[in-house]
């Protein structure tokens, strides 16, 4: 008897919207089995259903304990599990469905956003053996007292990458309602492009940037563990992305994405004398407050004077304002300056390292169009531009032809 | 510190049908809670989703698995629970949720009909211990290996039964939505009494003769464990009928209650030669074909022949017709005879054991008003009659009149 080959395939919400939605999935999973694959599958609530849950528990309480919302919650995956494993038999394929209590994914106590500790293979490879398809709802674990947690935001593809790992498989699928993962959003750019491949990095960068396809944490789980996430459409048959380690790679561009958020304001600090401690007091005390800030940029000016500006989620740009200004005379700032309306455009690549001139290129083509650039950060894999928000539109699409559709004429 | 004293509180679906309704049950376990009692709460799915989630079942598969509808069923009850203690948290009473797996509420294998084989109270004592009211999924419990399991009709009810027995307490309470177990059925009685008091045997005997307010499965469970079974409307705080130990008892009735059935027909199968293994031999066939037989009448007439008279569900009548002359031969029988219209009323009380002419009575009453009995039936504790359909709702009001209101006026 041949090895068993095993992958894991994760169909999210919109995968499983409906119950024609769950019977053309089990076909799609029939053709994994017929290739003679071992099938192990993450499935998500269906559609709308926790929106639905959330607002049920809304009618009852302003804010519910998180240990009875995940209480709540985790039913959403249950009934997928349930009804999808019906559709493969109804398709006469052998499958059978676990709770993640029932598999023992295990998980630290934080309710609403757990961390996965352990999974136990036991009950998923003695079924695999007895060549059944296996279904483990996603999103959900247990912690070391048997309280049903869950996994926070994008937590079924962080179940089905750690199944991944843990069966010792490199092959994740995460099947969603879009191609793969594009170098733009297509609402901002006409013609992105699918990649094929990116690397962990990239995708991590995109991610945070704004493009919503995986959340990060799934992304790091799969770099951690080496595990390949082939990301693609649930209606078509087509390839979609894999994101995977940047040395296996076959091609390489130099930026593999443009992104644009609109939902951040930019605040500044001046002429604050320089010494130690002065940042570390202003971005605790915002932390504290539970404003996250994205892009911080400090200048040293004249007179050993130095100015602070950083990013925060335009909903919280009101309290951000009165933090800052309530601790201004506190650091002997000049003055504090804002725009509550701009936008963040970022080229991301892992070409950009070892290719010099990546920025000077992009502001370049920012400049020639007359669009200012107004903050300056940099990472690893990205460059991100503050700019005016009635510029982001054409920003992104000259940064995108400039990188990426120069490159395909070539 | 004062011993605790426990109550199991059950509520079924019209009680937590929507999120009013839940902060209604909120309330009323509040009072129990300032009264001092340790609350133990089995909740039902709200209102019509058991009915929902199988309909979508039944929109991917005719014939679904049991493992499976047990994994979809058991959904509907987590979500009462977690929002159950959610609105006893806005009520700032301390309360939490457990799932059956959670308190080890073991069963057999018999998926969708499962048996309670036992119960883990260590967890249970702990949060009631701990000043909590403990709000468990009713109707469901897991297997030895871990697999989700439902009790079948009236589970809850049952779930409520089992958790009093094993808490050692015998204060049990069944909220529904209506006051009680009645004399009869106010569709076609006028003016039903309540009972205060019902002996388990004429509650078994009420509910195979059509009373749908208990599943007998959960009294013969509380006749076992001796618990006192409060059934109450959620809507009110009006007293509702104790189902008890007849010794317990303080006032017996004659009878305690009218019911009518129209959904049977009758099969007389006539003149079989009267020889051993006969009976055995037809309702093994009929059993076999999955026909439930209700009342079953043998009469030896002259030549030593006799005559088998049941009933059976109008929706079975025409196998059954069809299985009764294909053995008509081969018992030697002259012929059969039936009739797909009819009802069966019945008399049901502990004291008729002790009253004589109790049947007589009822049959004086029947004839009085020039009704015919067509099958006589009685067991301990009651009295059926099978009569022509068209005198179902006079027979049962003239019985109820001569047992159960004539004594009102005495």
Do not use: W
């Not at 019977?23 to 290739?35: E, K, L, P, Q, S």
């Not at 609530?45 to 528990?57: C, P, Q």
Request: hydrophobic content about 40%; glycine content about 8%.
């Amino acid at each position: 008897m041949p090895e068993q080959k095993i992958i894991v395939q994760k169909y999210g919400g919109t995968s499983v919207a409906t119950p024609e939605r769950i019977m053309a999935v089990a076909d799609r999973i029939g053709r994994y089995v017929n290739d003679g694959y071992s099938v192990v599958v993450v499935v998500s609530a269906m559609g709308k259903t926790t929106d639905t849950l959330v607002s049920l528990a809304g009618e009852i309480s302003s804010k519910p304990s998180k240990r009875e919302m995940d209480m709540l919650l985790s039913t959403g995956e249950q009934v997928t599990i349930a009804l999808l494993a019906m559709a493969l038999h109804e398709k006469d394929i052998d499958a059978i469905s676990y709770t993640g209590s029932q598999v023992k994914i295990i998980t630290d106590g934080n309710f609403s956003n757990a961390r996965i500790q352990s999974i136990s293979t036991d009950r998923i490879k003695e079924s695999l053996f007895g060549n059944k398809v296996v279904i483990v709802a996603g999103f959900q674990g247990i912690d070391t007292e048997d309280n049903i947690t869950t996994l926070g935001r994008g937590g079924s593809d962080t179940s089905a990458v750690a199944l991944a790992a843990v069966l010792g498989t490199r092959d994740c699928e995460i099947y969603t309602d879009v191609q793969g993962v594009f170098t733009a959003d297509p609402r901002v750019v006409t013609h992105p492009k699918k990649l094929e491949e990116i690397s962990y990095e990239e995708m991590l960068e995109l991610s945070r940037l704004g493009a919503s396809v995986l959340h990060s944490r799934s992304v790091e789980f799969a770099k951690k563990y080496n595990i390949r996430l082939h990301v693609r459409s649930s209606f078509s048959l087509e390839q979609g992305t894999i994101v995977m380690p940047v040395e296996e790679m076959m091609e390489k561009f130099v930026i593999s994405g443009v992104t644009t958020k609109a939902d951040e304001s930019k605040i500044t600090i001046r002429d604050i004398p320089d010494r130690p401690g002065i940042a570390s007091r202003l971005f605790n005390l915002l932390g504290d407050n539970k404003i996250y800030v994205n892009m911080i940029v400090q200048s040293t000016g004249i007179d050993n004077k130095a100015s602070i500006s950083f990013t925060v989620l335009k909903n919280d740009y009101d309290r951000a304002m009165e933090l800052c200004e309530s601790i201004k005379d506190e650091f002997g700032a000049s003055g504090i300056t804002s725009k509550k309306e701009i936008a963040i455009v970022s080229a991301v690549g892992v070409g950009m390292l070892s290719s010099y001139g990546v920025a000077g290129r992009m502001f370049d083509v920012l400049s020639e169009h007359g669009i200012n650039i107004e903050m300056i950060s940099t990472s690893e894999t990205g460059i991100s531009c503050v700019i005016d928000l009635d510029y982001m539109e054409l920003a992104a699409k000259i940064i995108h032809k400039a990188f990426l559709e120069e490159e395909q004429q070539a």
